[in-house]
């Protein structure tokens, strides 16, 4: 761990992911992120890529801490966080940073993504979070994208934001010199998942995978991913309130009340 001051701030940030404390995109966040804060990484002992918001109320967890300095947690991208600040850190970090996801988190992704869940919860305690992920299915070059979020930590200690915020952070695959910029965007739409796919066990049992996620249904200028594909680092502000505020006349006038 480390501590850095820029412009006068200190600046404590947590890390986390859905990809395993062991995964390579959390190690390259780390490294990019280091001498800018005291960095404190608390992430998931396995892979739990799709856990989306899901906490663990049926067993207690564990934290262990690994021989590179890593904590983790036998549970949840969202138990990490949740432990770590309510139960494990002295004080409040100043940032709570998630990733890097190897693969999108764009449209629809971002209600199942594990990756986005661990970030969510650092809002929903008060701190300012980042979600970070590199729109690659195949490179595990993660120096662009945790570049990317060094850059935007950095925007943060020189403006901070008067209040929490939420930005799902999608970067193209490639180089960092290669970006052609940053664009705040919209999350688009994915038509519908692949069908789930028949498997038989060794034992003949019937067993189903789930399908692939849908292709892009919307994808036009100002959403993440049209960003995306013309090489632009696409940041999307995200809010929790699911209240669909158009629809509450009509079910009011449906239910006659």
Request: net charge negative.
């Amino acid at each position: 761990m480390c501590a850095a001051r820029s412009n006068g701030l200190f600046m404590r940030i947590l890390l986390s992911n859905d990809d395993g404390y062991f995964a390579p995109g959390i190690a390259a966040l780390a490294q990019a992120l280091e001498g800018l804060a005291e960095i404190m990484v608390v992430a998931p002992e396995r892979d739990r890529s799709g856990a989306s918001n899901s906490l663990t109320l049926d067993r207690p967890l564990s934290l262990r801490r690994a021989t590179n300095g890593f904590y983790f947690v036998n549970g949840t991208p969202t138990d990490c966080v949740h432990l770590a600040v309510t139960g494990m850190l002295e004080h409040l970090p100043d940032m709570v940073v998630s990733g890097v996801n190897h693969g999108a988190n764009m449209g629809d992704d971002t209600i199942y993504s594990g990756t986005v869940a661990a970030a969510t919860e650092g809002y929903l305690l008060g701190v300012p979070s980042l979600a970070v992920s590199l729109v690659s299915k195949s490179s595990i070059d993660f120096e662009a994208a945790a570049r990317v979020a060094r850059d935007l930590v950095l925007r943060f200690q020189q403006a901070p934001f008067r209040q929490p915020v939420l930005l799902n952070v999608n970067v193209p695959e490639g180089r960092y010199g290669d970006l052609r910029g940053v664009r705040v965007t919209r999350l688009g739409k994915r038509h519908k998942a692949e069908p789930v796919v028949r498997d038989t066990t060794p034992r003949g049992d019937e067993v189903f995978w789930v399908g692939s996620a849908g292709k892009a249904a919307d994808a036009g200028e100002g959403t993440d991913f049209h960003a995306v594909a013309n090489g632009f680092v696409s940041v999307t502000p995200l809010q929790i309130d699911l209240t669909h505020n158009g629809l509450i006349p009509g079910v009011t006038d449906w239910l006659g009340s």
